[in-house]
């Protein structure tokens, strides 16, 4: 996870030629394990922004490097903020989806953000009472066609970083 920390930072400061501090990680997804021995190789871009805020999709590949083959085993959102020298908010570049992928993307994040701003101002008494419904959300990913969740290959990679994974020392 220091990983993903470091390559959102890469990605965000690349983004708004600022230093960057991290608000939030978050929809964490791991779909199979790091085994020791593997070339472990992150991606991260933008995929929206706000005033000062970025949020990055980052990815993370790993594989035997005697193979060749890599496999997808984690993704995330990160949300970044621009800072100033007095660690102030700044506002950064504004990303304007272009293509059918990154408007989705930015779709995705505006629908988990609206989400998770719901679950927030819910009461104890109010998760037993059902189904939440998030307004104006079309199903988080679910349902939707071509698919909101993000498992495509990078658009644009601002950065990478290669490591092996070690075996603990006893």
Known sequence: MKWIDEIAYGCA????????????????????????????????RVVTTGRTSMHIHVTVQAGDPKSGESRQTTDCMVVMVAVD???????????????????????????????????????????????????????????????CRASTPTLRTVGFRRRTVQAPQP
């Open 85 to 147: 020298e007095n660690s102030h908010p700044v506002s950064v570049p504004a990303l304007v989806p272009q293509t059918d992928e990154q408007k989705r993307l930015a779709q995705y994040t505006t629908d988990v953000k609206r989400a998770l701003d719901v679950i927030v101002q819910l009461k104890p008494e109010q998760v037993t009472e059902g189904p939440i419904r998030v307004p104006g959300s079309h199903g988080l990913g679910q349902g939707c066609d071509p698919p």
């Open 13 to 44: 400061a690349a983004w708004s030629g600022r230093y960057c501090v991290t608000v939030s990680v978050g929809n964490i997804h791991f779909h199979c394990p790091i085994l020791v021995g593997d070339l472990v190789e992150l991606h991260a």
